[in-house]
């Protein structure tokens, strides 16, 4: 069995975001980047596959531009086996790169894909799906258990209502929730055996498909601040407060 | 223009998210179809009937769709979508599955979870956990939308009757199949549009000190929360979590308990309309957007805090 695991450079989730004074987008420069983390939950689940014998290759792939890179060394170093960067300059949609990874899915064949469940950079949390539907592949989405029978998969999904458990037929995508496993840091050693794994290099824009962005950013701004309250020093005292003055109990 | 909205229901009734979808829609244009895919849905398709905002109802039954499996609505909704401009549904676990699987068919790069509309092709939606705001111009043809439905009020529900139109049901592909739903059963409103709600964080120290919150979320008729450290600690089952990667909250009255206030549980609750925070560090991020900030020991200050709720002669619900 072989799987392909896609990850994602976004801005870590610890940096506070700026926004741009020109309203063009957010601060990027200098800022540190890192995998986005369900996309982790997404590697750690496949390298679990490998090892327990289930799988036997795991392919990492990655779309943006060169520095991405970094994202599928580090999953080179948790245990995928190598790695593709699909080299990209600028943001692409994720219809471009559901229909970029279509492409790289037609040729490597593999039996299933895990990818994140959402970006934490543009919130988006469509291209698992949208790759499932163009490859008319079932989909299991914010997954946060996964049982690997015969010739198909029990996800359980995290859903508002609490659980649902679900059987997809492989080959299928399955978009990882946090919850899914622990993530595991990459040991040192592990760090430089990666360095010698192959990463393929293609580019975006000679694969042949249409990636061209279609929802044009007018603009982006600050939401608005919310002024800071009051401290109470009592709880009597915030009692009072939320049933005379704020009228919310 | 016109607008094929997609009902969320459980086969009996209709969850009251797809209202504030309509009511949000109907900014973009007055000819508002909605399906009710599902089986034996009659009752449902009755009460979008009743919307005043809605113009058609078109009710597809199927047992393929009695669980509302993605991979079976998708075909549905492609098949139905050449008479719409606009595909929408609310971005919650049932818009955000489907609706990319029909954006992708349509050859259309779909508008995630926006907040506002400022015209049939212009929207708001939040990007980085909240912590931007983006206007973004779709310039597809037909344009598949989630919207957030907290960000918008509910269309009223009943003075309509608008015709219901029996619609075939298209074959399923058969890659799929529903197992089991293990629903979370609570006395206590939901937790998406409860007027109050009282979440715990890390603070709490253990699941069985939540019955500190449920006590008070009792009294207050509340629905109860978490953060994600709550979760990921196992003092609580996720469906209670609040953030960025959880449920998106906007009630009248947040409180948040022992939570620090990182930038991913923000994004689920900073809109509510009061917040009060309760934690014994001064420093936390919460009590920056706080209305109301009591450094406090949380063991002591929710015992208080009952205590306080008890002397009070009434209570709103």
Redesign the interface.
């Known amino acids: 069995m072989k799987i392909l695991v896609a990850v994602k450079r976004v801005i870590d989730y610890n940096v506070q975001i700026r926004v741009k004074e020109d309203g063009t987008g957010v601060q990027t420069d200098n800022v540190k980047m890192s995998t986005n983390p369900p996309d982790d939950n997404a590697i750690e689940e496949a390298v679990k596959l490998k090892e327990s014998g289930k799988a036997k290759e795991v392919i990492a792939i990655t779309v943006g531009e060169e520095k991405a890179q970094e994202t599928v060394r580090k999953a080179l170093a948790v245990g995928a086996d190598r790695g593709i960067h699909v080299k990209a300059d600028s943001y692409i949609e994720p219809l471009g790169v559901a229909k970029i990874l279509k492409k790289v899915v037609e040729k490597e064949k593999p039996d299933i894909i895990f990818m994140g469940k959402q970006a934490i950079d543009d919130d988006c949390n469509q291209t698992g799906q949208m790759l499932a539907s163009l490859l008319g592949w079932p989909q299991g989405t914010f997954a946060s258990k996964i049982e690997l029978q015969d010739k198909s998969i029990h996800v359980t999904r995290e859903i508002d209502e609490g659980l649902e458990t679900i059987e997809i037929n492989l080959p299928a995508i399955i978009t990882c929730d946090l919850r899914l496993n622990e993530p595991r840091y990459a040991s040192l050693p592990n760090i430089m055996k990666a360095k010698k794994k192959p990463i393929e290099q293609l580019i975006a824009k000679d694969l042949g498909v249409d990636i061209s962005n279609r929802i044009q950013q007018l603009k982006v701004e600050e939401p608005p601040k919310r002024k800071g309250g009051i401290k109470v020093s009592s709880v009597a005292e915030l009692v009072s407060k939320l049933k005379n003055e704020a009228k919310v109990i | 223009m016109s607008i094929l909205v997609i009902a969320e229901h459980d086969n009996l009734k209709l969850k009251t998210f797809s209202l504030n979808v309509i009511n949000a829609v109907s900014k973009i244009d007055s000819d508002i179809h909605v399906l009710v895919a599902g089986n034996k849905c009659e009752n449902v398709c009755k009460e979008v009937a009743a919307v005043p905002l809605v113009k058609k109802v078109l009710q597809s039954n199927s047992v393929n769709y009695e669980?509302f499996?993605?991979?079976n609505l998708?075909p549905l909704i492609i098949k139905l979508s050449e008479k719409y401009t606009h595909i929408i549904a609310a971005a919650?676990?049932?818009g955000?599955?489907?609706?990319?699987?029909?954006?992708?068919?349509l050859?259309?790069?779909?508008?995630?979870?926006i907040i506002k509309i400022n015209a049939p092709d212009?929207f708001v939606?939040?990007?980085?956990?909240?912590?931007?705001?983006?206007?973004?111009?779709?310039?597809?043809k037909k344009k598949c939308i989630t919207i957030r439905p907290t960000s918008f009020d509910p269309a009223p529900s009943s003075g309509g009757s608008s015709p219901i139109e029996k619609v075939d049901a298209v074959d399923a592909?058969n890659?799929?199949?529903?197992?089991?739903?293990?629903?979370?059963k609570s006395e206590r409103p939901e937790l998406?549009t409860a007027r109050?709600v009282i979440s715990g964080g890390r603070g709490m120290k253990s699941g069985e000190n939540f019955k500190l919150i449920n006590a008070i979320a009792d009294k207050?008729n509340a629905a109860v929360g978490a953060s994600?450290a709550a979760?990921?600690a196992g003092y609580i089952?996720?469906?209670h979590q609040v953030g960025?990667?959880g449920?998106v909250v906007v009630p009248?009255?947040y409180i948040a308990v022992g939570i620090s206030g990182a930038?991913?549980h923000l994004a689920g609750m900073?809109e509510s309309?009061?917040?009060?925070a309760i934690n014994k560090d001064?420093e936390a991020p919460i009590?920056?957007?706080?209305?109301?900030?009591?450094?406090?020991d949380l063991f002591e200050?929710l015992p208080?805090?009952l205590?306080?709720?008890n002397k009070?002669n009434t209570?709103?619900k």
């Open positions: 669980n499996l993605a991979e998708t919650n676990t049932f955000k599955n489907f609706m990319p699987r029909v954006a992708a068919i050859d259309t790069s779909q508008v995630s979870d212009t939606r939040p990007i980085y956990a909240g912590n931007a705001l983006a206007t973004v111009k779709s310039n597809d592909p890659i799929s199949k529903f197992i089991k739903k293990d629903e979370t998406g109050v207050l994600r979760v990921d089952s996720n469906d960025q990667t449920k009248d009255l930038i991913q900073k309309k009061i917040i009060v001064g009590f920056s957007i706080a209305d109301y900030g009591l450094e406090a200050a208080q805090f205590e306080e709720l009070l209570i709103q």
